[in-house]
Nanobody
Framework: QVQLVESGGGLVQAGGSLGLACAAS????????IGWYRQVPGKQRELVAT???????NYIASVVGRFTISRDKDKNTVYLQMNSLKLEDTAVYYC???????????????WGQGTMVTVSS
């Protein structure tokens, strides 16, 4: 069983900083890419940032220069450091991992339960 457990969401004032963490459990899952998506009610879920097995990162344009994604492979944990937060960053943030389930050699995608980030004025 593969689980992604997010932590670190909360309330922050505009211009402030917040960090998110996502710990992946399950030794039979080989992660090839892991990252963060976010969703606002009534809108589609959008990719925020991802990091792959070669530590290559990808960001949505609106967070470039403000957000940083990083990964601790030993701890199977991915982090998202969010600085200079804006009102429009308010959303539920979801961790998402793509990889191979080693027991069946199949590609799988797993999602966390989501953590709320609220940026206030």
């Amino acid at each position: 069983q593969v689980q992604l457990v997010e932590s670190g969401g909360g309330l922050v004032q505009a211009g402030g900083s917040l960090g998110l963490a996502c710990a992946a459990s399950g030794s039979t899952f080989s992660i090839t890419r892991i990252g963060w998506y976010r969703q606002v009610p009534g809108k589609q879920r959008e990719l925020v940032a991802t990091i792959d097995e070669n530590d290559e990162t990808n960001y949505i344009a609106s967070v470039v220069g403000r957000f940083t994604i990083s990964r601790d492979k030993d701890k199977n944990t991915v982090y998202l450091q969010m600085n200079s937060l804006k009102l429009e960053d308010t959303a539920v943030y979801y961790c998402c991992a793509d990889g191979v389930l080693l027991t069946t050699q199949t590609q799988r995608t797993y999602w966390g339960q989501g953590t709320m980030v609220t940026v206030s004025s």
